[in-house]
């Protein structure tokens, strides 16, 4: 059972937590996961027809959704029926993990010891929060601040003016300065006309052999994590949103945008200032033309550009007709 290291949890069981409900079995609720990654404590969600797929993988015994939505699930999944899947979401991630709605400071940094990391060159003013690990050979900028349980591999750099929380990087990463990662994404539900926020009790995984240059954003998952497959090389000012999953040797250009949940695939090449939106599938080897609008899913080795995004055959021939 995988404990949350970054959100301290409260024990509350089924029952209590949703006293309306006749529950067979109770227990004290391990965390709040995607149907793919729950298992038997969690709870899990099913909010759109989209993941329908994933329903008979999910080995949650509870999961909200909606009235119009649960004919699709198993009659051994116990159902949660509500008006707004979302907004429900929300209250029991926030009751569960009652800090995760909000970035508070970590007031427990402090200056490295030497004591603890023998092995890791530091520049002036770094602070490090309470049990992070370093590995050995890593050297970390000036002026850089990595937050508690915080773990970076062997063989990193990290540039000056690094914020790091709520995030696991892996061997011989590279973060170049004033990158942001691990703070909580954009995320609000809309109801009575009041913006309610989501709490965001997910981190950021960055695999092995990963560079991230000058002024990017990563934002840690909500639900799920946030996730930069190996050998992955992101532009300066890349913006990657919370759930966001980036897959291996992958290209991204500058001032790349990419809402939240969605899936890019191995071997995918972005070009500057394209935008991707949420919940959407990019397959392997594909490219996307810089400036372009991706707001529909890309099967594998597709060539795409404009706005909307469009196989490039089509984008070349539509502008050769509006310039003849």
């Given at each position: 059972m995988e404990k949350n290291i970054f959100f301290k949890k409260k024990n509350i069981t089924l029952k209590k937590l949703f006293p309306n409900y006749n529950f067979k079995d109770n227990f004290t609720i391990n965390s709040v996961k995607p149907l793919i990654s729950a298992q038997k404590e969690d709870i899990t969600f099913f909010d759109s027809i989209k993941y329908k797929d994933e329903i008979n993988k999910t080995k949650a015994n509870v999961c909200i959704?909606?009235?119009?939505?649960?004919?699709?699930?198993?009659?051994?999944?116990?159902?949660?029926?509500?008006k707004n899947v979302l907004f429900e979401l929300a209250r029991i991630t926030k009751l569960l993990f009652p800090m995760s709605d909000l970035d508070y400071p970590d007031l427990l940094l402090n200056k490295p010891k030497n004591t603890i990391f023998k092995h890791v060159n530091f520049g002036n003013n770094v602070l490090v929060g309470l049990r992070v690990k370093i590995g050995k050979k890593s050297i970390i900028g000036s002026n850089t601040i990595i937050e508690s349980n915080v773990k970076i591999g062997k063989n990193c750099v990290i540039g000056s003016g690094v914020i790091?929380?709520?995030?696991?990087?892996?061997?011989?990463?590279?973060?170049?300065?004033?990158?942001?990662?691990?703070?909580?994404?954009?995320?609000?539900?809309?109801?009575?006309?009041?913006?309610?926020?989501?709490?965001?009790?997910?981190?950021?995984?960055?695999?092995?052999?990963?560079?991230?240059a000058s002024g990017c954003t990563i934002d840690r998952g909500s639900i799920d994590d946030t996730v930069i497959g190996k050998n992955t090389y992101l532009d300066n000012q890349v913006h990657i949103a919370h759930n966001v999953k980036i897959g291996s040797n992958c290209m991204i250009a500058g001032q790349v945008g990419f809402a939240g949940s969605s899936k890019i695939g191995n071997n995918v090449s972005i070009g500057g200032q394209a935008g991707i939106s949420g919940h959407l599938k990019i397959g392997n080897n594909v490219k996307i033309g810089g400036g372009s609008g991706v707001v529909?899913?890309?099967?594998?080795?597709?060539?795409?550009?404009?706005?909307?995004?469009?196989?490039?055959?089509?984008?070349?021939?539509k502008n050769k007709n509006n310039n003849e």
């Amino acid at each position: 059972m995988e404990k949350n290291i970054f959100f301290k949890k409260k024990n509350i069981t089924l029952k209590k937590l949703f006293p309306n409900y006749n529950f067979k079995d109770n227990f004290t609720i391990n965390s709040v996961k995607p149907l793919i990654s729950a298992q038997k404590e969690d709870i899990t969600f099913f909010d759109s027809i989209k993941y329908k797929d994933e329903i008979n993988k999910t080995k949650a015994n509870v999961c909200i959704t909606s009235k119009k939505l649960e004919k699709f699930l198993p009659k051994n999944i116990n159902k949660i029926i509500v008006k707004n899947v979302l907004f429900e979401l929300a209250r029991i991630t926030k009751l569960l993990f009652p800090m995760s709605d909000l970035d508070y400071p970590d007031l427990l940094l402090n200056k490295p010891k030497n004591t603890i990391f023998k092995h890791v060159n530091f520049g002036n003013n770094v602070l490090v929060g309470l049990r992070v690990k370093i590995g050995k050979k890593s050297i970390i900028g000036s002026n850089t601040i990595i937050e508690s349980n915080v773990k970076i591999g062997k063989n990193c750099v990290i540039g000056s003016g690094v914020i790091i929380k709520n995030s696991i990087l892996g061997d011989n990463v590279v973060v170049q300065d004033n990158c942001k990662l691990g703070q909580k994404g954009f995320g609000f539900i809309h109801i009575n006309g009041k913006n309610i926020k989501f709490p965001h009790i997910g981190k950021v995984k960055i695999e092995d052999h990963v560079e991230i240059a000058s002024g990017c954003t990563i934002d840690r998952g909500s639900i799920d994590d946030t996730v930069i497959g190996k050998n992955t090389y992101l532009d300066n000012q890349v913006h990657i949103a919370h759930n966001v999953k980036i897959g291996s040797n992958c290209m991204i250009a500058g001032q790349v945008g990419f809402a939240g949940s969605s899936k890019i695939g191995n071997n995918v090449s972005i070009g500057g200032q394209a935008g991707i939106s949420g919940h959407l599938k990019i397959g392997n080897n594909v490219k996307i033309g810089g400036g372009s609008g991706v707001v529909k899913d890309i099967e594998d080795n597709k060539t795409v550009m404009g706005y909307p995004a469009v196989p490039l055959k089509d984008f070349l021939k539509k502008n050769k007709n509006n310039n003849e």
